[in-house]
């Protein structure tokens, strides 16, 4: 029996999306995060992490790409615990692109 | 001010918020839980055989009261063997709180004796986790791991913690509140009025029902739905028994098993009612070619579900007994009778056939028997085969809670221990476990913890010495290449059972089956029933992986 095996999706065609996550500062938040995005195949192309003034929480900066699974992504990102918000920004937020210059 | 260690505030919390029993494999690293644990006056430890036959016993009492259960395992391998119940928990939406040992903070990442990352294996099956640090933070890590565990879609937590956390010494002023629910999220009345107009609209309308129901308590507000709207209700394998199944609005179980008719009514509807269901594939088969003309109603505690797999033109997120209750007064009365009687003409001309069903040395016969042998009281468990099929399609399930199976994960090996914890949770009632050859074998040590607590379980093992549903796919779909389905030798689980203490009733060689069936069904105690099934039995209806549900084959 064939079954019929599903293209992987082209995330390059997509647009980036920036995603502002507020999460609480503590060891594992950020391997609920990453193991969330990774077992579901999407992959993320930045990530920036650092404490908030109040120590106790952390921001998380994630650059991702804008396909179809997004929405679900957000959704299922919402239901961590340690996550205590999701924004989304469009491409156009500067966070990642101000850093680049450390990358290239 | 109190002073205790880390242990003795773990068993503190735990009987505080209402834990009875407990099940588990002590070690080393869970050594000074279990000392402490020996103080308690309150708390019950059944000892199980493997910590995942620990794990499916706190599933079983968890899944027959409603309640998070606790299952308790050492660091390392123990810790490891708990995996495969926590994953069955998360897919299956029962809560649970698992407490495994861990090694010394010190020696966490050098691996020590006996350290794995149980919390980053449990990443992707659990709800939430904890690393408890130090002793003090139990004062909050433990109630929350019970508001997580119970709070809107229920799961599994697990809380890992260090041996010297365990030792350390801790001083408080109070002890916290135990852990209650989340409150749930608010009514959206905007999209209640909506969901009510549709089905007041609509010409042929079905009410799908999931586990969710179950979990919200919600059975008796959604049969009145169905009833108040003349809605012919299905029901996904983990909500059998919210309707009666002969509730003449019943429609059965939908999916790769349900009976024809049932597939055919879903392919006509103009409107989905899901409450509490999630689109499984084995529901729903090929998602595109669900349902392809019905506009959807969706009700779900958890807002991720919602849109996921099929977009739902009016999605309600909320606890489902509370959405059933605002929109209940909103939807109009209706006999629905043209709709009604077309349905009867499918289920007459598509029924649900079960050859040999009055003959209790059949498959069908036998579930038929027990079912007659027993009342709507007895907990009905299964393990995961075409056993279970066979059940889930021929047992009349009348009452919610009354139908324990590994639904999502479909763990072989669940039926025994899961039917343990059930007997554990309801010492009252009988608790009947339908188990194939292949399933009973992944958990059969724990009938030394079945014959040592003296339950009242009965173990009815469909032999038919090969793993049954391969079986039955390499002779459909694999061009009857078979391989690796059929085992060579054959164990005698008669003497089996009797080794390990229990009962053993043979219906091959009873001249009266009925009679001695339910002669064991109706003694006192743990009793293993065994009968013969044919391999060439294979479960009809069923759709082929990855069609649609309109594509049976059989039956």
Redesign the interface.
């Known amino acids: 029996?064939i079954?019929?095996v599903a293209e992987p999706l082209q995330q390059q065609g997509f647009a980036k999306v920036v995603l502002e996550l507020e999460v609480n500062n503590h060891?594992?938040v950020m391997?609920?995060i990453c193991?969330?995005f990774a077992?579901r195949a999407f992959n993320v192309e930045g990530i920036l992490c650092m404490p908030m003034s109040d120590t106790s929480r952390s921001r998380i900066w994630l650059l991702v790409f804008e396909d179809q699974r997004l929405?679900?992504m957000v959704?299922?990102l919402?239901?961590?615990?340690?996550v205590r918000s999701v924004r989304r920004h469009g491409a156009e937020h500067e966070v990642f692109e101000r850093l680049e210059k450390f990358f290239h | 001010m109190m002073q205790m260690t880390g242990a003795e505030l773990i068993v503190r919390l735990l009987e505080r918020q209402g834990i009875r029993t407990v099940a588990g494999i002590p070690g080393g690293a869970i050594l000074p839980l279990y000392d402490a644990l020996s103080g308690s006056d309150v708390i019950r430890h059944v000892l199980a055989r493997h910590e995942q036959g620990a794990g499916f016993i706190a599933q079983g009492m968890a899944r027959v009261s409603g309640h998070p259960e606790v299952c308790f395992a050492s660091s390392g391998p123990g810790a490891t063997n708990l995996v495969t119940a926590i994953a069955d928990a998360r897919l299956d939406s029962i809560p649970m709180v698992a407490i495994t040992g861990q090694v010394p903070l010190s020696m966490i990442g050098t691996d020590a004796f006996q350290e794995v990352d149980i919390?980053?294996m449990t990443?992707?099956i659990t709800?939430?986790?904890f690393?408890v640090r130090s002793a003090a933070e139990l004062l909050e890590v433990v109630p929350q791991a019970f508001r997580?565990a119970m709070s809107g879609r229920p799961g599994p937590v697990l809380v890992d913690v260090p041996k010297d956390v365990q030792n350390q010494l801790v001083s408080f002023e109070a002890y916290p509140e135990p852990a209650v629910p989340d409150p749930a999220p608010g009514l959206d009345m905007a999209a209640i009025e909506s969901a009510a107009k549709m089905i007041d609209a609509a010409e042929r309308p079905v009410l799908y029902l999931g586990g969710g129901v179950v979990h919200s308590g919600a059975s008796r507000l959604a049969v009145t739905l169905a009833e108040q709207a003349g809605l012919p209700t299905t029901m996904t394998l983990m909500a059998l028994g919210t309707m009666p199944v002969d509730h003449p609005l019943s429609i059965g179980m939908l999916g790769m098993h349900a009976a024809r008719y049932t597939n055919f009514i879903l392919e006509e509807s103009d409107l989905l009612i899901c409450v509490g269901a999630r689109f499984d594939d084995r529901a729903i088969g090929k998602a595109a070619q669900f349902c392809p003309n019905a506009r959807i109603i969706h009700i779900d505690i958890?807002?991720?579900e919602l849109?996921?797999i099929k977009t739902a033109h009016v999605a309600i997120n909320g606890d489902v007994s509370a959405v059933l209750e605002a929109l209940l007064p909103r939807v109009k009365q209706s006999l629905r009778k043209r709709w009604l009687a077309h349905v009867d003409s499918l289920k007459s001309r598509f029924p649900m056939t079960m050859p040999g069903c009055d003959d209790p040395r059949t498959h069908y016969g036998l579930v038929h028997a027990v079912a007659a042998a027993l009342d709507d009281e007895a907990v009905i468990a299964t393990d995961v085969g075409q056993h279970q099929m066979w059940v889930a399609q021929a047992y009349p399930f009348r009452r919610p809670r009354q139908w324990l199976t590994s639904g999502g994960l479909g763990t072989m090996g669940f039926g025994v221990p899961a039917a343990i914890g059930a007997a554990l949770a309801e010492p009252d009632r009988t608790v009947v476990c339908f188990t194939g050859d292949g399933s009973f074998k992944m958990n059969i040590q724990e009938l030394a913890t079945l014959a040592e607590e003296g339950l009242n379980v009965k173990i009815v093992l469909m032999n038919n010495n090969s793993l049954g549903l391969v079986y039955q796919q390499q002779s459909l779909?694999?061009g009857k290449r078979v391989f690796a389905s059929k085992y060579r030798g054959e164990p005698d689980f008669l003497k089996i059972a009797e080794g390990f203490g229990i009962a053993a009733v043979d219906l091959d060689s009873s001249p009266n089956p009925r009679a001695a069936l339910a002669q064991a069904l109706q003694s006192r105690g743990p009793c293993l029933i065994h009968a013969s099934i044919s391999r060439e039995e294979f479960v009809y209806p069923m759709v082929?992986?990855?069609a649609a549900n309109t594509e049976m084959i059989g039956g």
């Open positions: 029996m079954e019929q060891p594992g391997s609920h193991n969330l077992r929405e679900q959704l299922q919402e239901k961590l615990v340690d | 919390y980053g990443v992707p709800k939430h986790n690393l997580i958890d807002p991720a849109h996921k779909f694999y082929p992986p990855g």
